[in-house]
């Protein structure tokens, strides 16, 4: 397979070891919640802003954190690619977190939810797909280069991933199915996360 070029030997030290990092505690969050959930009998461990719903929005915040840094990297010319998954990643946030039940102020519930939320993220994406269509030529290479890597291909699987937890939810039949749709989903955040890192260190220059 044909991937982003190895650009910052640092960097990439630094993306092993949060990889590992996010596995370990993809593992450990599952583990805890399963052991909540089934010798406990927690079952408040799956339900809205509670441990797994948390666990989401921290590894989504974590991926916005990556991409971005990976956006503003010295060696990122093709900027808008990480910076259109940062502004994934915040969606994904968005759509984790009900601010309207959060105890804060009444401008903040505005903004993040309903009306608010759309315009933000439609101003952010709209922002990237101008930054990007203003130099085409350029972006119409880097993305076939980006579609060849195994940045993408950790992407695709986190979508993936993503879809079975949606199925798994809309799929009363299964024992406990709410937990399972929040645990694989939970996996797919991490996925997605296992996508920053691996592109962290291999920004595209040409």
């Given at each position: 397979?044909?991937?982003?070029?190895?650009?910052?030997?640092?960097?990439?030290?630094?993306?092993?070891l949060l990889?590992?990092?996010?596995?370990?505690?993809l593992?450990?969050?599952?583990?805890?919640a399963?052991?909540?959930?089934?010798?406990?009998?927690?079952?408040?461990?799956?339900t809205?802003?509670y441990?797994?719903?948390?666990?989401?929005?921290?590894?989504?915040?974590?991926?916005?954190a990556?991409f971005?840094?990976?956006?503003l990297?010295n060696?990122?010319?093709?900027?808008?690619?990480?910076?259109?998954?940062?502004?994934?990643?915040?969606?994904?946030i968005?759509?984790?977190?009900?601010f309207?039940?959060?105890?804060?102020?009444?401008?903040?519930?505005?903004?993040?939810?309903?009306?608010?939320?759309?315009?933000?993220?439609?101003?952010?994406?709209?922002s990237?797909?101008?930054?990007?269509?203003?130099?085409?030529?350029?972006?119409?290479?880097?993305?076939l280069?980006?579609?060849?890597?195994?940045v993408?291909?950790?992407?695709?699987?986190?979508?993936?991933?993503?879809?079975?937890?949606d199925?798994?939810?809309?799929?009363?039949s299964?024992?406990?199915?709410?937990?399972w749709?929040?645990?694989?989903?939970?996996?797919?955040?991490?996925?997605?996360?296992?996508?920053?890192i691996?592109?962290?260190?291999?920004?595209?220059?040409?």
């Open positions: 397979m044909n991937n982003l070029s190895l650009k910052n030997p640092k960097l990439f030290a630094i993306s092993t990889n590992a990092i996010t596995w370990a505690g593992l450990v969050c599952i583990a805890y399963s052991y909540e959930m089934f010798y406990l009998k927690n079952e408040l461990i799956h809205e802003n441990f797994i719903e948390n666990m989401q929005v921290a590894v989504c915040t974590l991926a916005c990556v971005l840094a990976g956006a990297s060696g990122e010319k093709a900027k808008m690619i990480p910076m259109f998954f940062a502004a994934l990643a915040f969606a994904f968005f759509r984790e977190v009900d309207e039940r959060l105890d804060v102020p009444e401008f903040v519930k505005t903004l993040c939810s309903g009306k608010g939320r759309n315009i933000i993220m439609a101003v952010l994406f709209v990237v797909f101008t930054g990007a269509f203003l130099k085409f030529k350029f972006y119409f290479g880097a993305v280069k980006f579609l060849r890597s195994k993408f291909v950790w992407g695709v699987l986190a979508a993936l991933v993503l879809v079975a937890s199925i798994v939810e809309r799929s009363t299964i024992p406990n199915h709410e937990f749709e929040e645990a694989i989903e939970l996996a797919g955040y991490a996925f997605f996360l296992i996508s920053a691996v592109y962290l260190p291999r920004p595209i220059k040409e």
